[in-house]
């Protein structure tokens, strides 16, 4: 069974860093393309962060864009999130998503795991 | 960025109605338009990719259909545990996928 669990969300003070996990289970991770997306509260869904199997390709949406760092280690088959100079905009339930294929939708998502940016 | 609107925003329904909400894009996707379905406090679930196949283990009263700009997902005969809120979601241009503002599904 397919399985991503998020982690790692919490409050933390405009300016400040917080750094989400996803655990992945149930598939060979390295196969897959992964996403962060996120929604903030009674809103809609915004696409955050893309990383290819192998990390070569890397994205960002404009509004995360220098300071926050999408990573992955495939042999513990985990993905990242670094997430700096957090703004209160940036609160949100944070998703990991896996991405089916090229093209293809999002077949997985993780439980979600919420940040508040917030003094 | 693509842009996707989809419409109505809500939308009341009784049990047993068939449902109709439209997406749009802001250009030619083709066929790759993703249909999901959020109830609160869980994560979105994927029911209808490429337009008009169903996910695997979704029921056959969700349909969808369409290509280019315009689409559409049915529900035939709404069961009690449909009425939650909607998303389309393009994947044409990757890896900045886009999703429509959703769609609520309320129940009568």
Same mark, same amino acid.
């Given at each position: 069974?397919?399985?991503?669990?998020?982690?790692?969300?919490?409050?933390?003070?405009?300016?400040?860093?917080?750094?989400?996990?996803? /655990?992945?289970?149930?598939?060979?991770?390295?196969? &897959?393309?992964?996403?962060?997306?996120?929604? /903030?509260?009674?809103?809609?869904?915004?696409?955050?962060?893309? %990383?290819?199997?192998?990390?070569?390709? $890397? *994205? *960002? @949406?404009?509004?995360?864009?220098?300071?926050?760092? $999408?990573?992955?280690?495939?042999?513990?088959?985990?993905?990242?999130?670094?997430?700096?100079?957090?703004?209160?905009?940036?609160?949100?339930?944070?998703?990991?998503?896996?991405?089916?294929?090229?093209?293809?939708?999002?077949?997985?998502?993780?439980?979600?795991?919420?940040?508040?940016?917030?003094? | 960025?693509?842009?996707?609107?989809?419409?109505?925003?809500?939308?009341? @329904?009784?049990?047993?109605?068939?449902?109709? %909400?439209?997406?749009?894009?802001?250009?030619?996707?083709? %066929?790759?338009?993703?249909?999901?379905?959020?109830?609160?406090?869980?994560?979105?679930?994927?029911? %209808?990719?490429? @337009?008009?196949?169903?996910?695997?283990?979704?029921?056959?009263?969700?349909?969808?259909?369409?290509?280019?700009?315009?689409?559409?997902? +049915? $529900?035939?005969?709404?069961?009690?545990?449909?009425?939650? +809120? &909607? *998303?389309?979601?393009?994947?044409?241009?990757?890896?900045?996928?886009?999703?429509?503002?959703?769609?609520?599904?309320? $129940?009568?």
């Amino acid at each position: 069974e397919v399985q991503l669990v998020d982690s790692g969300g919490g409050l933390v003070k405009p300016g400040g860093s917080l750094r989400l996990s996803c /655990a992945a289970s149930g598939f060979t991770f390295s196969s &897959y393309g992964m996403n962060w997306v996120r929604q /903030a509260p009674g809103k809609g869904l915004e696409w955050v962060s893309s %990383i290819s199997s192998s990390s070569s390709h $890397i *994205y *960002y @949406a404009d509004s995360v864009k220098g300071r926050f760092t $999408i990573s992955r280690d495939n042999a513990k088959n985990s993905l990242f999130l670094q997430m700096n100079s957090l703004r209160a905009e940036d609160t949100a339930v944070y998703y990991c998503a896996r991405v089916f294929e090229f093209r293809g939708p999002v077949d997985y998502w993780g439980q979600g795991t919420l940040v508040t940016v917030s003094s | 960025d693509i842009q996707m609107t989809q419409s109505p925003s809500s939308l009341s @329904a009784s049990v047993g109605d068939r449902v109709t %909400i439209t997406c749009r894009a802001s250009q030619s996707i083709s %066929i790759y338009l993703n249909w999901y379905q959020q109830k609160p406090g869980k994560a979105p679930n994927l029911l %209808i990719y490429a @337009a008009s196949s169903l996910q695997s283990g979704v029921p056959s009263r969700f349909r969808g259909s369409g290509s280019g700009t315009d689409f559409t997902l +049915t $529900i035939s005969s709404l069961q009690p545990e449909d009425f939650a +809120t &909607y *998303y389309c979601q393009q994947s044409y241009i990757t890896p900045s996928i886009t999703f429509g503002q959703g769609t609520r599904l309320e $129940i009568k």
